[in-house]
């Protein structure tokens, strides 16, 4: 079965700019969660929908924003970029049910 | 002070050999354990999750929870060279009906020579 699905795979941003990054969890699942892991470090929890409502929230900017669609993908919103924005941003997906997430490749995004 | 702490190494271990790495953590609530393998610049595989205390076998790894040291870990039987990768340990309050974020070690660096 086809994994989580993110583009794009790299995205370079100037400051000031906005950038918005798109997630396709896995077949039959109904949960994302969007993650930002910063050069050595470990992946830090931002957000998490289920049909279409925002479920738990961790340590996203104000700048940031996401949704969730019908069709259960998601986008990532972000705004008035700024350089220590450049990371690794990962989606992952679970069933409502499980709490097992399944991360996407991730979508690299460098802010000069 | 972190939730979850993680030694991140490196730990460097010859082919063959079997791997312990550990985490420990402070929040009582957390009861969802899990573990994944990162490759560099990749997205975090699981490899194991586990609820509450207790073992769980898959293959050649092994996760144990032990809740009330709050403390746990994962085991690597028969190490490989394609076994070298940063191992974090993730942990959550609730599933079942929730769509918690997980919380996340630094993560270990592991090292497996031929």
């Known amino acids: 079965a086809a994994g989580v699905i993110q583009s794009p795979r790299h995205l370079i941003k100037e400051k000031r700019e906005t950038a918005t990054l798109k997630c396709y969890p896995i077949?039959?699942?109904?949960?994302v969660y969007w993650y930002q892991q910063g050069p050595g470090q470990d992946p830090q929890f931002l957000i998490s929908?289920?049909?279409?409502?925002?479920?738990d929230k961790g340590s996203i900017p104000d700048r940031f924003s996401a949704q969730q669609f019908s069709d259960y993908h998601s986008e990532l919103n972000m705004s008035s970029l700024e350089l220590g924005d450049s990371a690794l941003y990962f989606c992952?997906?679970?069933?409502?049910?499980?709490?097992?997430?399944?991360f996407g490749p991730g979508t690299r995004l460098t802010v000069t | 002070q972190k939730e979850v702490e993680q030694d991140p190494g490196p730990l460097s271990v010859p082919e063959g050999a079997i791997v312990s790495l550990n985490c420990t953590y402070s929040?009582?609530?957390?009861?969802?354990f899990m573990w994944y393998r990162q490759y560099s610049r990749k997205g975090p595989e699981l490899l194991m999750y586990?609820?509450?205390?207790g073992n769980k076998e898959d293959g050649r790894f092994t996760a144990q929870v032990d809740k009330s040291s709050k403390y746990i870990s994962l085991f690597i039987r028969d190490s490989q060279p394609s076994d070298s990768a940063t191992y974090l340990c993730?942990?959550?309050?609730?599933?079942?009906?929730?769509?918690?974020?997980?919380?996340f070690g630094k993560g270990t660096h592991l090292i497996i020579q031929p």
């Open positions: 929040n009582s609530a957390f009861q969802y």
């Open positions: 992952a997906s679970s069933s409502w049910t499980s709490p097992e997430q399944y």
């Open positions: 929908f289920y049909e279409k409502m925002q479920s």
């Open positions: 586990t609820y509450s205390s």
């Open positions: 993730a942990m959550s309050e609730n599933s079942g009906g929730g769509a918690d974020g997980l919380t």
């Open positions: 077949s039959r699942h109904d949960t």
